[in-house]
RNA sequence: GCCGGUGUGGCGGAAUUGGCAGACGCACGGGACUUAAAAUCCCGGGUUCGAGAGAGCGUACGGGUUCGACCCCCGUCACCGGCACCA
């Protein structure tokens, strides 16, 4: 009989999605495991491979884990909203909504045709009035708390999208989706304070199963750190404040800057001499984007402020104030002391202007470069009470100092900025407020939502930089829900980020119309057991979710303070020559075209034996026929008929093994040597005939990753029930063992030769079956044995010298 | 520049974390079956020298620790990812 994988698989997908063999239970006794997978973005080029291998690889664990005796919960759904959708339906003339539908379905296909075991009644889609109504509500609460708040700001304006993008989605001074030039612009913007989570969002971290890159990668982007505030006086009166992480340099400031978007150049306009000259560059600056003012070793430009001068106050002298780009208004106070001595860029600066450079910390040349060390090795010099201190000892002993006298304290300070969250776009989520002259923003009422995203004829961006949506005049004229006198829809929608930053609590109870889900199933479920995906989202959706699902946290909504229990990250898939797949290259995999040539198990079977799960790995055509090769192979040894329910004598030892060790890779997602294991179960079957339980413990065994030859197989085999449904079998160590054991004889450290030993030889043992070897006896010859190195059963190591 | 990661045959990758480097697969070579080819099955293989038994050299490079190092330590180089005038 031939493996007609068309067949077999379409038969079994028939079958589990009838039966429904992924459903979930809340509140079943067993065990509950909640893995989750980062749910597909649905474009129109269908699924890629690159989705197969996180899917694939959760599958597995899913399935591996139900056959483990756990309830298992492993949800799918689709991130809907977004651009891509959007600016296709603008081109083609056809509405968001029905791409979307079409799309969905066409995913939805896809995924069922690689025999994944979603609990497809569970699947959500975030561009459902029925779920969006609760993306709205976490909104509004959100809204109530303070936590969101609207501000005239400079943002990210993106020339092609017509659209403000958070500073996440800025890439090398590019829009993250269509590449196009990317300015800075001042509007009104719908805010979160993510920043008031930013201590707990960093030290929660403790509490998790990340992985360490995922961790790490968190922190940086965060970037908390610990420095002091401190404040000089001047001239023109006003007290000037500046953010250090080097307060023992104090001594060494020689000049200040300012940004040039510092209020106080407006309100020292007439102190100052050289007015025009502190314009001109102020201009300047502006029109510049931020990607131009942070160009890579740009010179330092600036301006002096004539007129006006800062008093350092642990020298008293007066020190003159600059103007310069180098400053940053968004990070600090805007204004930093410059210490050319050890700050490379005061250096810099300090240099081009002529500035005094003062060696407040022994150790480096400050005549070539700033010395910037922080640890032992620099000791303070010109510094007053602090000379002879180590920079170790000085940064406590000036915090002190500057808090005593009152010109500072300490202050801790962050990268992280607020989340700018609303996009000028047709195809998200209405931000559910309205704008009444009289009561300011007031929010929709919770029992009118969800606030529905009207149907509009156009819903083209605007070249004024307002959302499509204010052309709708009769959907943005409403009454105030608090006066009831007439007041304007909010007409900008939630960025792509909104819906997916709690969509894992909706899988929990997907249809609930009364809460985002019930506390029951909150209870059970949360938090997500194991939750994988990419890279690219650990400082964007990972972050934002967690700061979400905190938030919820606080206003009682979900019971875990953190939202996902484990982190894991899987490499990309590239093309065959190494290089990321795209259209342009002409180098993409499709998945439909894998499954029709070799059939799902197959492209599963590949894509886990691709390599390390952790590492990117490129695609390799010939290397796909080598396991459909392996299949067949099995197809052959399994179809036909075999005798003895119990493991055969001549293979028992592999199997035990082979349950051992396909187990526990599954569960450290090592899942290529799990496969190299099954192959070499095989070739076992191949060398030594099976029993029928040799060929029931492989097909429990291969069944997480080739579901569907496994059912097949095991039901012509007879065995009750499906093979996705039966017990993971169980390894028995003691039938595992070797009795002789191939013992490694190293002379001097080099291998020489091997022995047969008995298991658990003894170092006499050992040392006599050495010596009696021809090869290692002719290196012994005219030696002594200084010293016998044993480890037990593997290695023994013999040091010879010359007999005297 | 800073923070992470990686570097092993012709190729993808293994190596119980300090104990026989190269599992498993791809590609390749040889054999069996076949009129022949494909498919399938069996065998082989890091590299150099050697007819051979065997010996030397081998995990990016240079040192070190150790009876023993792909693994630990110090230094260097290359590539990948993230951040980047964050004071």
């Known amino acids: 009989m031939e493996y007609n994988?068309?067949?077999?698989?379409?038969?079994?997908?028939?079958?589990?999605?009838?039966?429904?063999?992924?459903?979930?239970?809340?509140?079943?006794?067993?065990?509950?495991?909640?893995?989750?997978?980062?749910?597909?973005?649905?474009?129109?080029?269908?699924?890629?491979?690159?989705?197969?291998?996180?899917?694939?690889?959760?599958?597995?664990?899913?399935?591996?884990?139900?056959?483990?005796?756990?309830?298992?919960?492993?949800?799918?759904?689709?991130?809907a909203f977004g651009l891509p959708t959007e600016n296709y339906a603008i081109k083609n003339h056809i509405h968001p909504s029905i791409v979307t539908r079409d799309n969905i379905a066409n995913f939805t296909r896809q995924l069922k045709m690689l025999g994944y075991s979603f609990d497809w009644d569970r699947c959500v889609d975030t561009t459902d009035p029925d779920y969006y109504k609760w993306t709205q509500w976490i909104f509004l609460q959100l809204f109530r708390n303070d936590l969101a708040y609207k501000a005239t700001m400079p943002v990210n304006w993106c020339t092609s999208c017509k659209c403000v993008l958070a500073n996440e989605e800025v890439v090398d001074g590019v829009c993250e989706r269509c590449g196009s030039e990317v300015i800075r612009r001042e509007k009104s913007q719908w805010?979160?304070?993510?920043?008031?989570?930013?201590?707990?969002?960093?030290?929660?971290?403790?509490?998790?199963?990340?992985?360490?890159?995922?961790?790490?990668?968190?922190?940086?982007?965060?970037?908390?750190?610990?420095?002091?505030?401190?404040?000089?006086?001047?001239?023109?009166?006003?007290?000037?404040?500046?953010?250090?992480?080097?307060?023992?340099?104090?001594?060494?400031?020689?000049y200040m800057v300012l940004s040039p978007e510092h209020p106080y150049l407006e309100k020292w306009k007439d102190a100052v001499s050289n007015w025009d000259a502190v314009s001109a560059y102020r201009d300047e600056a502006a029109r510049k984007s931020d990607f131009e003012r942070s160009e890579l070793n740009k010179d330092k430009t600036g301006v002096l402020l004539d007129g006006v001068r800062a008093v350092n106050p642990a020298t008293r002298e007066e020190i003159p104030i600059y103007v310069s780009d180098y400053v940053l208004m968004s990070y600090g106070t805007g204004a930093v002391m410059g210490v050319p001595g050890h700050d490379q860029r005061d250096w810099e600066f300090a240099t081009k202007f002529g500035l005094p450079i003062i060696e407040v910390v022994r150790g480096g040349d400050i005549t070539k470069e700033a010395f910037t060390l922080k640890d032992d090795t620099g000791i303070m010099v010109n510094s007053g009470f602090l000379n002879g201190m180590t920079v170790k000892d000085a940064i406590p002993a000036m915090k002190q100092w500057v808090t005593e006298q009152g010109f500072g304290h300490p202050k801790t300070n962050y990268k992280?900025?607020?989340?700018?969250?609303?996009?000028?776009?047709?195809?998200?989520?209405?931000?559910?407020?309205?704008?009444?002259?009289?009561?300011?923003?007031?929010?929709?009422?919770?029992?009118?939502l969800p606030v529905l995203l009207p149907e509009v004829e156009s819903y083209e961006p605007t070249d004024t930089g307002e959302s499509p949506l204010s052309k709708m005049t009769d959907w943005v004229n409403t009454t105030c829900p608090h006066c009831g006198g007439p007041a304007q829809r909010e007409t900008d929608t939630m960025p792509q980020w909104a819906g997916s930053s709690w969509y894992f609590l909706r899988y929990m109870d997907p249809k609930n119309d009364s809460a985002i889900a019930s506390k029951e199933a909150l209870d059970y479920w949360s938090p997500v057991d194991w939750y994988n995906g990419g890279m690219e989202h650990t400082t964007l959706h990972l972050l934002y979710s967690r700061f979400w699902h905190k938030f919820l946290y606080d206003i009682g909504a979900v019971p875990t303070k953190e939202p996902y229990a484990k982190r894991t990250s899987h490499g990309m898939i590239l093309g065959e020559g190494g290089e990321k797949m795209s259209k342009s290259r002409g180098n993409v995999v499709n998945p439909n075209d894998i499954v029709e040539q070799y059939g799902a198990d197959t492209l599963r079977?590949?894509?886990?034996?691709?390599?390390?799960?952790?590492?990117?790995?490129?695609?390799?055509?010939?290397?796909?026929?080598?396991?459909?090769?392996?299949?067949?192979?099995?197809?052959?040894?399994?179809?036909?008929?075999?005798?003895?329910?119990?493991?055969?004598?001549?293979?028992?030892?592999?199997?035990?093994?082979?349950?051992?060790?396909v187990g526990s890779d599954i569960e450290e997602m090592k899942f290529n040597t799990a496969i190299a294991q099954l192959m070499s179960l095989v070739n076992q079957f191949y060398a030594n005939e099976p029993s029928r339980g040799d060929i029931r413990a492989l097909l429990l065994l291969l069944s997480p990753f080739a579901p569907h030859i496994a059912e097949e197989l095991w039901e012509l085999q007879g065995f009750e029930g499906m093979a996705c449904e039966t017990a993971w079998?169980?390894?028995?160590?003691?039938?595992?063992?070797?009795?002789?054991?191939?013992?490694?004889?190293?002379?001097?450290?080099?291998?020489?030769?091997?022995?047969?030993?008995?298991?658990?030889?003894?170092?006499?043992?050992?040392?006599?079956?050495?010596?009696?070897?021809?090869?290692?006896?002719?290196?012994?010859?005219?030696?002594?044995?200084?010293?016998?190195?044993?480890?037990?059963?593997?290695?023994?190591?013999?040091?010879?010298?010359?007999k005297k």
């Open 605 to 661: 079977v590949y894509i886990m034996f691709i390599g390390d799960f952790t590492k990117a790995a490129a695609w390799s055509g010939k290397a796909v026929a080598g396991c459909k090769r392996f299949l067949d192979r099995i197809w052959v040894i399994a179809s036909e008929r075999r005798e003895g329910d119990e493991l055969s004598k001549a293979n028992e030892k592999e199997v035990h093994r082979a349950i051992q060790k």
């Open 416 to 448: 992280l900025r607020d989340w700018v969250f609303s996009r000028q776009r047709y195809w998200g989520e209405p931000i559910p407020l309205v704008n009444c002259p009289k009561c300011g923003w007031v929010p929709v009422p919770e029992d009118q």
């Open 5 to 79: 994988f068309a067949r077999i698989e379409k038969k079994w997908q028939d079958r589990w999605f009838s039966e429904k063999t992924g459903a979930a239970v809340t509140g079943s006794e067993k065990p509950k495991f909640y893995g989750l997978i980062e749910f597909p973005y649905p474009s129109g080029q269908g699924l890629h491979v690159g989705h197969a291998r996180p899917f694939t690889a959760m599958d597995i664990i899913c399935r591996k884990k139900r056959m483990d005796g756990y309830n298992v919960l492993f949800p799918i759904g689709f991130d």
């Open 191 to 254: 805010m979160l304070r993510i920043t008031k989570y930013a201590d707990r969002l960093i030290d929660d971290l403790d509490d998790v199963d990340f992985i360490e890159r995922v961790k790490i990668q968190q922190k940086n982007w965060i970037g908390r750190s610990e420095g002091t505030e401190l404040t000089f006086a001047t001239t023109a009166g006003d007290p000037l404040t500046v953010y250090t992480t080097r307060c023992d340099t104090l001594f060494g400031v020689t």
């Open 729 to 802: 079998p169980v390894f028995d160590e003691s039938k595992m063992i070797d009795e002789v054991k191939t013992i490694a004889v190293q002379v001097n450290g080099k291998l020489r030769s091997t022995v047969a030993a008995p298991l658990d030889a003894d170092q006499q043992t050992l040392l006599e079956l050495a010596l009696a070897d021809r090869k290692i006896a002719g290196y012994a010859e005219g030696m002594e044995i200084v010293k016998t190195i044993v480890v037990p059963n593997k290695l023994i190591n013999l040091i010879l010298k010359p």
